[in-house]
């Protein structure tokens, strides 16, 4: 399954495939997301369709993360369900993205 | 979070260089282990030059004596709070810490402070014994040996010998010298130590010549019975005195008394030579004071034990070991539950081939550091000489058990007698091949053999005294054979001397009772058993004294296997990460069936991570991603919790070696044992009678609170 994505103004919005992000489907998500995020710099995530993730997957995003802030860009993230930000949570990760109820929210946010 | 090892050799040069590294090298062995809990970031500057000593969260350009440029870093916008330590040694400043922290942590400075008193404290220490510490290495067990040297400096026995040392000495600089120590307590001075006077008293503090030197916090001279007179005296020990010297004892915190030293005749007054020994010796009072000081806030302090729980830290890495899975024809399990003590119960297994183990266990009298240091320094001895290989008639060979033994208390008998302690300790070696146990009981707890063929149990002993009771025992093994589903229980006095509230004891009796009844479980199941038998009969989940038990079972041929009566699912899956969407539909399942109804979806989420992560470590670390393999998960409920297994066929890890995650961001994986820890409540490794690695998950079905 391939991630759409949707340009709003500089940012882009990805949408996660599929409905969880584990060990067996993060390494697919990571082949397929990296060469995406080489063209973009804001990028945010919506996260609206995954009901599960777990330590890959957070990796996975984190990755992410590493990628873009090293090429100067930022991630955001937005449209978690409950069980997603209950495991950000818990190890912390609330703390290392920048998180919004809504798409809207992540872009305004990219704006301001 | 990191430790950077950065060599403070190359980066600094002064006179206290030395001084400086031992200290740097303490601070990053006592800092280390606590990093997962502290999650700030340490730096050090000395002079010129600054260097991280650990670090939290991508926090990489920081200066330690330049907050604002801490602030500034965009790294570093996850700290609110920035403290500084200046590190003092024999008064000199030797350098800087500033430690980066979250304002939520509040205690995370006061940690580290003491942090850094206990690593200077220990730096004092090693000069004077230099000699021993030639043997530490940098392992966690090193660490327990810096405090097995150290502790007879810091026990109280030692601190007030110390005391009086330096007040003999302090008298002894001139002839008919009269001397009194004075420590505040609850804003009245008292004598402590007197020499040459019957003074005791009890003094408010905030009148006459002993408060005015407490009060500036500067020591005084005066010299001529018509000058002391001219003071509003309310010392009345000075009421001939033709001179005195009044020396405020100063810690770093606050002035904590005072050393009064006076002379009622002679003609030669107190020049400023006697002024500055008294004030030195007055400063090497107030080190024994603090330390003693510090040393008990160590053991005490109850705030210190809940942020970091050094004593379980202690036993964790130290004491207690991990049963191994590949010795065939025995099944192993281990249980401890610590105290709110800490005591010095071990345990360890040492696998000498596929049908050898020799397993020890001991429980070295007192508690607190001193004993769980002790037990951890006699569990190494024992890990050592069990290694040592003897060659007799030119064949190498193992050495036995007695020999093993004879060969450990020789080399720490004294140190025990010097310090009033003693172990006891049984060790036995199993042997599948001979179907024969030999120990040697020295002074144990009595191990339980539950015999199948006669359906009964009868108690070993042997008769050798404790390891530490006298110089010239003899310890001699003792041979029992054992049968295919024998049992053989070992267990710490916890177990036995547990009470009731009718202050009866659960005894040996009951102990051995139980376990025949319960002689057709694995041995995890077993001590899942007794911790619940002792629980009901405690009425209590806590207790006294740390319980420690092993359960060694010799199983039965497969075919004569019993199952489980208790009900349970059962999900095989291939060792592929393709299998994980099965087995959370498992865990939604068995969360639907077992668990009441209205906490089931909260746990759901839970059991489908923890199961994913457990599954995910097992194909990746125990099955090194290798296909063709299998995995089996049970799941059943028992009283109040949720009880889940994985048995795999592949490598058992241990998980103490996992480092901690890194919560800064800096790297993707690690996360997977810290989610599995944070949402299950108990985690237990062992393995069963098939001699597959059991991972078993037991999560409350409502939380506490």
């Not at chain 1, 590493?66 to 495991?87: E, Y």
């Not at chain 2, 077992?594 to 923890?610: G, R, T």
Request: aromatic letters at 6%; a negative charge; hydrophobic letters at 40%.
């Amino acid at each position: 399954m391939e991630a759409t994505q949707e340009k709003i103004n500089d940012v882009t919005v990805i949408t996660i495939p599929g409905d969880s992000l584990d060990a067996n489907t993060a390494k697919e998500f990571k082949r397929d997301i990296t060469d995406m995020l080489a063209k973009c710099s804001k990028v945010i995530f919506d996260l609206s369709r995954l009901q599960f993730v777990d330590s890959s997957g957070l990796g996975a995003i984190l990755s992410c993360l590493r990628q873009l802030n090293a090429a100067g860009g930022d991630l955001k993230l937005c449209g978690m369900n409950k069980p997603v930000r209950v495991l950000f949570e818990l190890v912390r990760m609330h703390r290392i993205f920048d998180i919004y109820n809504s798409k809207d929210e992540a872009v305004q946010a990219f704006a301001g | 979070m990191q430790i950077l090892n950065a060599d403070p050799d190359i980066l600094i040069s002064t006179p206290s260089r030395q001084v400086l590294s031992a200290f740097l090298e303490e601070f990053r062995r006592m800092v280390e282990p606590m990093t997962p809990l502290l999650r700030t970031t340490i730096a050090f500057a000395s002079g010129r030059n600054s260097f991280l000593i650990s670090k939290d969260r991508g926090c990489s350009c920081l200066h330690p004596t330049d907050e604002q440029m801490i602030q500034e870093s965009e790294a570093c916008t996850y700290y609110r709070a920035i403290h500084l330590i200046e590190i003092t040694y024999q008064d000199n400043s030797i350098g800087t810490l500033s430690i980066c922290y979250d304002r939520s942590k509040t205690s995370a400075p006061e940690i580290v402070q003491h942090l850094v008193e206990t690593s200077i404290r220990i730096v004092a220490l090693e000069k004077e014994e230099e000699n021993l510490l030639e043997e530490l290495g940098a392992s966690w067990e090193s660490l327990g040996a810096v405090y097995e040297i150290t502790s007879d400096l810091r026990s109280i026995q030692n601190h007030t010998e110390a005391l009086d040392r330096i007040m003999d000495k302090a008298i002894s600089l001139e002839e008919g010298l009269q001397a009194a120590l004075w420590i505040e307590q609850a804003g009245f001075l008292e004598t402590t130590i007197t020499r040459n006077t019957n003074l005791k008293a009890s003094r408010n503090s905030s009148s006459g010549l002993l408060a005015r030197a407490i009060l500036q916090g500067r020591g005084l001279v005066i010299n001529g019975r018509s000058r002391i007179s001219a003071f509003d005296l309310t010392e009345p020990e000075l009421s001939h005195a033709q001179r005195v010297i009044i020396a405020p004892i100063a810690t770093k915190r606050s002035v904590i008394g005072a050393l009064e030293i006076w002379q009622e005749y002679g003609e030669k007054d107190f020049d400023s030579r006697t002024m500055r020994l008294i004030e030195a010796l007055a400063l090497q009072l107030a080190m024994v004071i603090e330390n003693e000081r510090l040393y008990r806030e160590y053991i005490q302090s109850d705030r210190l034990r809940q942020e970091i729980d050094i004593g379980s830290k202690i036993q964790q890495t130290l004491l207690l070991g991990n049963p191994p899975c590949n010795v065939s024809g025995i099944s192993l399990a281990s249980l401890t539950i610590p105290s709110q003590n800490i005591d010095g119960d071990f345990y360890d297994f040492i696998r000498h081939s596929d049908h050898c183990l020799d397993i020890v266990i001991g429980d070295v009298m007192g508690k607190g550091v001193p004993a769980a240091l002790f037990g951890a320094a006699t569990k190494s001895q024992f890990i050592r000489a069990a290694g040592h290989t003897i060659s007799s008639s030119g064949n190498i060979r193992l050495p036995i058990p007695e020999e093993i033994v004879n060969l450990v208390h020789t080399d720490v008998v004294s140190q025990f007698m010097e310090f009033d302690s003693f172990v006891t300790v049984c060790y036995a070696r199993f042997d599948t091949k001979l179907r024969r146990m030999d120990y040697v009981d020295c002074g144990h707890t009595r191990t339980v053999h539950f015999q199948r063929d006669k359906n009964s149990y009868r108690l070993l002993e042997g008769d050798n005294i404790p390891i530490g009771f006298a110089r010239l025992e003899v310890y001699n093994q003792v041979s029992v054979e054992f049968s295919e589903g024998d049992i053989f229980l070992f267990y710490s006095d916890g177990i036995t001397e547990t009470k009731s509230r009718n202050d009866e004891m659960f005894g040996e009796e009951r102990l051995a009772q139980l376990l025949c009844s319960s002689s057709r479980l694995s041995s995890s199941q077993i001590l899942r058993k007794i911790q619940k038998e002792l629980s009901a009969f405690s009425e209590s989940e806590t207790f006294a004294d740390d319980l420690t038990c092993l359960v060694v079972k010799i199983p039965l041929k497969e075919t004569q296997t019993q199952s489980s009566s208790e009900p349970s699912s059962r999900l095989v899956i291939q060792s592929d990460l393709k299998e994980l969407e099965r087995v959370r539909e498992f865990a939604r399942q068995v969360c639907t069936d077992l668990a009441p109804p209205e906490v089931s979806e909260d746990l759901i989420f839970q059991i489908k991570l923890a199961l994913t992560e457990a599954v995910t470590n097992i194909i990746r670390h125990a099955y090194k991603e290798r296909s063709g393999e299998t995995i089996q998960i049970e799941a059943y409920a028992q009283d109040d919790s949720l009880v889940i297994q994985l048995s795999h066929n592949g490598e058992s890890f241990d998980p103490t070696k996992v480092p901690p995650p890194a919560f800064d961001g800096s790297r993707d994986g690690g996360f997977g044992l810290f989610i599995i820890a944070s949402i299950i409540g108990k985690v237990e490794y062992s393995c069963d009678e098939q001699g597959r690695n059991v991972i078993t998950l037991i999560k409350k079905f409502q939380e506490e609170n």
